[in-house]
């Protein structure tokens, strides 16, 4: 994410302001308060308590950390993985990395994080699925998802609200056995081929970066959308040539 800014004020200083964690509320306002120095209360009396890009951006960063501490260990390739997903400004980087430590250290669990972001994103369920794959492609920036990192992802989509179906289809774009190009579009073998380009239509439509721009949606959701596009089309592909549809 680049210094994107609302009102004159960049993510990252909004971030940093103490008034924000009393008007974020919740774990996740408790968190920014503790960055800032202060341990907050809830409210909602700042113009910035229901910005997507900080809820979106602050509840990746705690999630992310959380996994990191059920894993038991942070490599510098989810570090990198992490930096990919949030672009932070190099005057940032300390204050992300403390935010990051404060977020693994807390004693409010990962489920009370995933929760405020729930219900802050209860009517953009398409932001919910970009914090999952978020965090897929942090986990498995080593090389591989390993068992406690699924665990822990699959439970924070228990708590979005991501029925079994659901989370397997965005478990297949991340995890490669499952890799099953009917699972990642969600599709159906025994549907005929008009069928099937519609849907394929419909989900380049829904899950197009430009879309998500015009949502308003926080720049670490527009790239994540490109990413699942790609493997959308990617999947399109080998069920067209499956199908003999060209």
């Known amino acids: 994410m680049s210094e994107s800014k609302a009102g004159g004020v960049s993510l990252w ?16 306002g408790a968190l920014l308060g503790a960055l800032a120095g202060h341990y907050v209360v809830d409210s909602d009396s700042s113009p910035f308590a229901a910005d997507p890009e900080i809820v ?29 997903i949030v672009e932070v400004p190099p005057t940032e980087a300390a204050r992300v990395h403390r935010l990051f430590d404060l977020a693994r250290q807390t004693s409010d669990g990962f489920e009370a994080y995933a929760a405020q972001i729930a219900e802050r994103f209860s009517d953009k369920p398409e932001l919910l699925e970009d914090v999952l794959d978020g965090l897929f492609h942090i986990a498995k920036a080593d090389g591989a998802v390993h068992e406690a990192e699924h665990r822990y992802v699959a439970r924070v989509a228990g708590i979005f609200g991501f029925d079994e179906a659901a989370f397997a289809r965005v478990e297949a774009r991340h995890v490669i056995t499952r890799d099953d190009p009917w699972l990642v579009l969600g599709a159906s073998r025994d549907w005929d081929d008009a069928t099937l380009r519609r849907h394929y239509r419909r989900l380049v439509a829904e899950n ?22 790609a493997r959308i089309n990617a999947a399109w592909d080998r069920v067209a040539s499956q199908r003999g549809l060209r």
Do not use: C, N, Y
Request: no cysteine.
């Open 56 to 84: 979106f951006t602050t509840g990746l960063i705690a999630l992310a950390a959380k996994m990191a501490k059920a894993d038991g260990v942070v490599t510098l390739d989810e570090e990198a993985a992490f930096r990919r």
């Open 208 to 229: 197009h970066p430009d879309r998500q721009m015009a949502l308003g949606l926080p720049a670490e959701a527009v790239r994540i959308a490109g990413d699942r596009l």
């Open 13 to 28: 200083g909004k971030i940093g302001g103490a008034s924000l964690g009393f008007a974020l509320g919740g774990p996740l």
